[in-house]
């Protein structure tokens, strides 16, 4: 499985956007990019996914450069309420919803007004 | 139902003791995870199901661990004779069945052996 490394913490104000980066430089052919969002004392939930270019959801945008070494989760206007843990996690895919996620140390982003 | 539902959301037990925990994964998702993230933010896996087949027992501490989905019931995680090092949040996770990483998260549950 691809290792996954992003900054261990994030400061930003409210109305910002925020760009976490994380690298996985033995990312392989088969596998996506997926983040999770972590509040305290709650189970991960998923935010986006993608395997090149560029992702946009409601939520977020995922921006994923050709070769696919690194991506950057962006979340536009952040609020207070985006302050918790982010995970960026690399895995296959295509074999089904079975999978085992493997979760790095993620990044702890802190909004402050 | 619409969510991961982990019973109970604070278990404290003593060492050498058993622990069970529960998850009723979302309707309708054939996957089954657990988890355990002892320090801040280190997510071990221990196990997976499809269904009521282990799918992935790679984590597990098979010595004392040990986890079922049987059909109309509440999948379990069990932890015979605690120990100190047991202590973390324990979450399971449920994902329906083709092509979707996706995972549902419960809430948890915290286990602190003392």
């Known amino acids: 499985l691809a290792k996954t490394t992003q900054p261990i913490s994030m400061d930003s104000y409210e109305g910002q956007e925020v760009n976490i980066t994380c690298s996985h430089n033995?990312?392989?052919?088969?596998?996506?990019i997926t983040w999770y969002q972590q509040f305290p004392s709650q189970g991960p939930r998923f935010i986006i996914q993608?395997?090149?270019t560029k992702v946009t959801n409601e939520v977020a945008s995922l921006f994923i450069p050709a070769d696919r070494k690194s991506s950057t989760l962006s979340l536009p206007r952040v609020s207070l309420s985006d302050t918790a843990v982010y995970y960026c996690?690399?895995?296959?895919?295509?074999?089904?919803?079975?999978?085992?996620?493997?979760f790095g140390t993620g990044t702890q982003l802190k909004v402050e007004l | 139902g619409e969510e991961v539902a982990q019973t109970p959301k604070h278990l404290v037990r003593g060492e050498g003791q058993k622990a069970k925990l529960y998850c009723a994964p979302i309707k309708g998702h054939s996957y089954v995870f657990w988890y355990q993230q002892v320090l801040k933010n280190e997510f071990k896996f221990l196990i997976s199901f499809q269904n009521e087949n282990v799918f992935d027992e790679t984590g597990m501490p098979k010595e004392r661990f040990s986890a079922k989905c049987l059909p109309n019931s509440p999948c379990s995680l069990e932890i015979q004779a605690t120990k100190l090092e047991d202590s973390a949040v324990y979450f399971c996770?449920?994902?329906?069945?083709?092509?979707?990483?996706?995972?549902?998260f419960g809430q948890g549950t915290r286990l602190t052996v003392v």
């Open positions: 993608g395997y090149k």
């Open positions: 996770a449920s994902s329906h069945r083709v092509l979707n990483t996706e995972a549902f």
């Open positions: 033995n990312i392989a052919t088969n596998d996506y």
């Open positions: 996690l690399v895995g296959d895919k295509l074999t089904g919803g079975g999978n085992k996620l493997t």
